[in-house]
C-alpha cells in the first residue's frame, strides 16, 4: 500500500456471530474503517457470512510483511468462542516519500556545457531504485523536461543539440524531483543545479605590429622595407 491507496480485506465465517466489529481486528501499520455486513453468500453447500472493512495505511511508513489478525473475543449464536486467532496473508506498506535526489555535473560542465558535453550527460541524479525522476531546464530561450528511472545509483540526464539549442547560450538552472516506485511523490523541495551552455567558438582574433620607419634603416637584414 502507497501514500492515498486503500485495500478491502473480507473475513469470511461459516456461521453467524455477535458481538464482531472492528476491536476484533488488528492491523500491522495500518488502519481499519467502514466495517460492514454480514452478507451471506453460498459456496457449494456451505453458507459464509462475509463481512469486509476499508485498509488504509499509516503515514511515513516503510515495512514488508503486515498482516491482519482476528482475535478470539466475539461468539457464535450458542455462545461458543473461536478456539484460535486467525491471520491473514501478508501486505506491504511503503508511504514514505522519497528525499530529494542528489545532482552533480557531468564532466566538463563546470566550465561551460558544449554540446559533446550535454550528450554525454549534463548532469547525474541519484534517486531511489525504480523511482520516476524528473528534470526540468530553464534556460535563456526556453524550457527543457527530462524523465528518467531511477537505478538507485548516479543516472546521467542528457541533452541533444536540439535541446540545447531550445534552452540558449547563457545559465540554466535545472530543478529535479522524484516519485518513488510504488507513487510516493517526493514533497522535499526539488534539488536545483545551475550550470551555463557554451558552445560557441571563440573569436580567433588578430596579431598586428607596428614599428618606426627609423628602426627599419636601423638593421639592414631585418627584412622590413620602407
Known amino acids: 500500500l502507497a501514500a492515498g491507496e486503500t485495500a478491502t480485506v473480507t473475513i469470511r465465517f461459516s456461521e453467524a456471530v455477535v458481538f464482531f466489529d472492528l476491536d476484533d481486528l488488528t492491523a500491522q501499520n495500518a488502519q481499519l474503517s467502514n466495517l460492514s455486513g454480514p452478507v451471506r453468500e453460498t459456496s457449494g453447500d456451505i ?4 463481512y469486509t472493512a476499508t485498509l488504509t495505511a499509516d503515514a511515513d511508513v516503510t515495512a514488508a510483511g503486515n498482516v491482519v489478525q482476528l482475535s478470539t473475543d466475539f461468539v457464535d449464536r450458542a455462545g461458543n468462542a473461536p478456539t484460535a486467532e486467525v491471520t491473514s496473508a501478508t ?8 528525499d530529494a535526489p542528489t545532482l552533480a555535473l557531468g564532466t566538463g560542465v563546470a566550465g561551460g556545457a558544449t554540446d559533446a558535453e550535454a550528450a554525454a550527460g549534463v548532469i547525474t541524479a541519484t534517486g531511489e531504485n525504480g523511482a520516476s525522476i524528473v528534470a526540468t531546464f530553464d534556460g535563456q530561450s526556453g524550457t527543457v523536461t527530462k524523465t528518467i528511472t531511477g537505478t538507485g545509483g548516479a543516472d546521467a540526464i542528457m541533452l541533444s543539440s536540439d535541446e540545447i539549442d531550445t534552452l540558449g547560450e547563457g545559465s540554466v538552472t535545472v530543478s529535479v524531483a522524484q516519485t518513488d516506485a ?24 588578430s596579431v598586428s605590429f607596428s614599428v618606426s620607419s627609423g628602426a627599419l634603416d636601423a638593421d639592414p637584414n631585418d627584412g622590413l622595407t620602407n
Not at 47 to 50: A, G, K, M, T
Not at 91 to 98: E, I, L, M, R
Not at 182 to 197: E, L
Open 91 to 98: 501486505y506491504d506498506v511503503d508511504t514514505q516519500a522519497p
Open 182 to 205: 510504488v507513487g510516493n511523490s517526493q514533497t522535499a523541495a526539488s534539488s536545483t543545479k545551475t550550470f551555463t551552455i557554451d558552445t560557441v567558438a571563440p573569436d580567433p582574433g
Open 47 to 50: 453458507d459464509y457470512f462475509v
